[in-house]
C-alpha cells in the first residue's frame, strides 16, 4: 500500500509562489508516474502535472510556462513549484502515484491519493 502525504500549501497573493511537496511511503515510488490534480470548490477534479520514472514532465495548458514538477526518487518525493500565481490557481491540490508508470489526465487511473493541502491566491 502506498501512502501519499502532501505539503506546503497556504496563502499567497497573485503573482507569488508556493511549493509543494508530496512525500511517498510503500510500494516502488521510482517506478510510479508522479502527478499533481487540483479541485476548486465547485468542479471537477482535474489534471496539472504529471512526471515519468524516466523525467518526462507533463502539463495542462493551464499551468504550462508557470509550473515546474520534479521529483527525488531518493526522497521518495515529488514537487510541483507554481510561479506566477494567479486567483485561478486556488483548489485543494492532491498529489497522485500510478504504479503502471503510464500518464493519464483522467481522474479514475491514478491508484493512489494523498489527503490534500489548500492553495489560495489573493487578488
Known amino acids: 500500500q502506498v501512502q501519499l502525504v502532501e505539503s506546503g500549501g497556504g496563502l499567497v497573493q497573485a503573482g507569488g509562489s508556493l511549493r509543494l511537496s508530496c512525500a511517498a511511503s510503500?510500494?516502488?515510488?521510482?517506478?510510479?508516474?508522479m502527478g499533481w490534480f487540483r479541485q476548486a470548490p465547485g468542479k471537477e477534479r482535474e489534471f496539472v502535472a504529471a512526471?515519468?520514472?524516466?523525467?518526462?514532465?507533463y502539463y495542462a495548458d493551464s499551468v504550462k510556462g508557470r509550473f515546474t514538477i520534479s521529483r527525488d526518487n531518493a526522497k521518495k518525493t515529488v514537487y510541483l513549484q507554481m510561479n506566477s500565481l494567479k486567483p485561478e490557481d486556488t483548489a485543494v491540490y492532491y498529489c497522485?502515484?500510478?504504479?503502471?508508470?503510464?500518464?493519464?489526465?483522467?481522474?479514475?487511473?491514478?491508484?493512489?491519493w494523498g489527503q490534500g493541502t489548500q492553495v489560495t491566491v489573493s487578488s
Open positions: 512526471i515519468i520514472r524516466g523525467g518526462g514532465t
Open positions: 510503500g510500494g516502488t515510488f521510482s517506478s510510479y508516474a
Open positions: 497522485a502515484a500510478d504504479q503502471t508508470g503510464v500518464v493519464s489526465t483522467a481522474v479514475p487511473n491514478w491508484d493512489y
